[in-house]
């Protein structure tokens, strides 16, 4: 007697808003382009060190994610933020000399 597999219907959540979605797609491009907060990054080519292990990438996406903060409206309201937090990290993680300004709290570094 074959077991059937119940079927799962899934609600559809709403889209991110445009303005999150706007700010992942500029900080992708700076972050593959090299271009990421040229004030602190500038003559690192922090690239190869983010694709040799991907829990790297992963890393850097989370503390992006976390430090990124969005109004009831949907809009940003700290883009430059979060994109310094994470070049804050990128940096560290490639020149062990460096020192994270205010130092990472556990919650900008949790893995979602």
Do not use: K
């Not at 003559?43 to 890393?59: K, V």
């Amino acid at each position: 007697m074959a077991e059937t597999v119940p079927v799962l219907h899934y609600q559809r959540v709403g889209q991110l808003p445009e303005d999150v979605r706007s700010c992942y797609r500029f900080f992708a491009f700076y972050l593959a382009n090299g271009t990421l907060c040229l004030d602190l990054l500038d003559g690192i080519d922090y690239r190869p060190a983010l694709m040799r292990f991907a829990s790297t990438l992963e890393q850097v996406m989370a503390v992006f994610s976390n430090v990124l903060d969005v109004d009831e409206r949907g809009r940003v309201t700290n883009a430059g933020d979060a994109e310094w937090r994470a070049a804050q990290y990128i940096r560290r993680y490639c020149d062990r000399e460096y020192t994270v300004e205010p130092p990472f709290e556990a919650w900008e570094l949790e893995l979602p």
